[in-house]
């Protein structure tokens, strides 16, 4: 299960972020000519199954070893608020997507699609920090940056996502006319 999370984490939840500002984008640059409210009621969708899989997840996991000493430490330790900050990032926010008023708005779209990214870095940052703040060898500590390889893939992606969620919105919308007129 942490391999499909991953998997889904890696090639949708990182590009949509940069979907969401090309729709933001494509919004101002040409008004009314692509479904842009359809393919942001898309991606909120997206952005709740994946908040509920990951919190169904997270709690399936607390169920099956409530004995972990790793989850009290962290929400315990020292790291305590950044383990609390992750949480509401990661797994309670996105629900706040199921007010349509606010999920009509895109910047706010974007800004839970930012936070979520923010969140699953802090999740990283917490793992990593508490299983190493005891650990004083420096040889341990080093710092990876993304290369710029990686940065024009995730762009690539963000673009890619962008476009298939125009066409499924755009095929979505039509059959959507075409039944309301058979019927």
Known sequence: MDAFLNLIDQNVLIPLVWAVLFLIILKKIVPG???IASALE????II???AAVALC?????????????????RAKGPYRLLYFLMTFCSLILPFSLLIKKLAAKPFYILIVALLIRIGWYLERFVIFVSSLHRDYAPSLFHSEYP???????????GAALTILIL???HYFSKNQKSSLQNS
Do not use: C, E, H
């Open 48 to 50: 709740i199954g994946y």
């Open 33 to 35: 000519r692509y479904k």
């Open 57 to 73: 997840y997270f709690l399936f996991g607390i169920m099956t070893n409530p004995d972990s000493y790793a989850i009290v430490n």
């Open 167 to 169: 066409i499924f919105a």
């Open 42 to 45: 898309i991606i909120r969708w």
């Open 147 to 157: 290369s710029l390889m990686f940065i024009v893939s995730q762009l690539l992606k």
